[in-house]
């Protein structure tokens, strides 16, 4: 099975910050990742797909970049919403789907 | 607009069964692929079942594998979580997810749409 290993587990930033979390996956996943948002006592939600692709209706300061391994996610300027925690997931073994074991980003 | 509606969690002793429902609207509920993802409190997200838009493919977790089936009924627009011999390690927030694949034309790249989730509890 592929695992996902995210990088930190953890982080304090403050409103502004530019913010990068990573990805890197067991082995080759093509650009197959998907980024998700999750706050508390909600639902997952959906932020970047085909590892780099916008889903409808994100802010543009969430952007995606990477293939094969190595994967980041990047807030450009934190906002007050963006805290929460950041899940990835590969599609390259669909139907068999693996996250990651997520990044809590908290306000420093 | 899209919803997805869980329900049927509860309480449940170990070894015990469970069935979720997961009621679809806003889409054509027949052309998408559908999975459930559960949380364990205060854990990540886990995979755990997905079934094909037309049913006629199913697949699981190695962790579920044995003990839970997944099914839908595209008629109702519903889908199911049938949860047999359940263990306190299966305690979780339970979510249905749609994936973006419309019929397998092109490969699912992400989860669309979640519902908001339904609390399983395994103790005695």
């Known amino acids: 099975a592929i695992q996902l290993t995210q990088s930190p587990s953890s982080l304090s930033a403050s409103v502004g910050d530019r913010v990068t979390i990573t990805c890197r996956a067991s082995?080759?996943?093509?650009?197959?990742l998907a980024w998700y948002q999750q706050k508390p006592g909600k639902a997952p939600k959906l932020l970047i797909y085909?590892?780099?692709s916008l889903e409808s209706g994100v802010p543009s300061r969430f952007s995606g970049s990477g293939s094969g391994t190595d994967f980041t996610l990047t807030i450009s300027s934190l906002q007050p919403e963006d805290f929460a925690t950041y899940y990835c997931?590969?599609?390259?073994?669909?139907?068999?789907?693996?996250f990651g074991g997520g990044t809590k980003v908290e306000i420093k | 607009q899209v919803q997805l509606v869980e329900s049927g969690g509860g309480v449940v002793q170990p070894g015990g069964s469970l069935r979720l429902s997961c009621a679809a609207s806003?889409?054509?509920?027949?052309?998408?692929?559908m999975h459930w993802v559960r949380q364990a409190p205060g854990k990540g997200l886990e995979w755990v079942a997905f079934?094909?838009?037309?049913?006629?493919?199913?697949y699981y977790a190695d962790s579920v594998k044995g003990r839970f089936t997944i099914s839908r009924d595209n008629s109702k627009n519903t889908l199911y979580l049938q949860m047999n011999s359940l263990r306190a390690e299966d305690t979780a927030v339970y979510y249905c997810?749609?994936?973006?694949?419309?019929?397998?034309?092109?490969?699912?790249?992400?989860?669309?749409?979640w519902g908001q989730g339904t609390l399983v509890t395994v103790s005695s």
């Open positions: 085909d590892a780099s």
């Open positions: 997810a749609k994936d973006n694949s419309v019929r397998e034309i092109v490969g699912a790249t992400g989860f669309d749409y």
């Open positions: 079934i094909r838009y037309d049913g006629s493919n199913k």
């Open positions: 806003g889409f054509t509920f027949s052309s998408y692929g």
């Open positions: 082995q080759g996943i093509s650009s197959a």
């Open positions: 997931q590969q599609f390259n073994s669909y139907p068999a789907l693996t």
